[in-house]
């Protein structure tokens, strides 16, 4: 079973830029297929971006062109990169993970506020 830690959260004004990162353990990295979710208060949570085992990565519409998702199997990491954030960006963002089973693995999150 993997584990999943965030980090990278914190405030930033509108227009700025946060890079997270989600570090994996317990379980070969490159099993899983990786993404991003977020939750802002009072929303459910929604996709941000997913990362295939495959490399093959989706975006949801509302984050296209501005952020941007990687993974580095080597370091058991996952990386989402924010531009151009928003206050509509605002959430806690959580890291997940897939194994081809279907079941789903969660980290705890990490608040984004994007504020002036």
């Known amino acids: 079973q993997v584990q999943l830690v965030e980090s990278g959260g914190g405030l930033v004004q509108p227009g700025g830029s946060l890079r997270l990162s989600c570090t994996a353990s317990?379980?070969?990295?490159?099993?899983?297929?990786v993404g991003w979710y977020r939750q802002a208060p009072g929303k459910q949570r929604e996709l941000v971006a997913d990362?295939?085992?495959?490399?093959?990565?989706i975006y949801a519409d509302s984050v296209k062109g501005r952020f941007t998702a990687s993974r580095d199997n080597n370091k058991d990491t996952l990386y989402l990169q924010m531009n151009s954030l928003k206050p509509e960006d605002t959430a806690v963002y959580y890291c997940?993970?897939?194994?081809?089973?279907?079941?789903?693995?969660w980290g705890q999150g990490t608040q984004v506020t994007v504020s002036s």
């Open positions: 317990g379980s070969p990295f490159i099993l899983y297929d």
């Open positions: 990362v295939a085992r495959t490399g093959y990565t």
């Open positions: 997940n993970a897939r194994n081809i089973a279907g079941n789903d693995f």
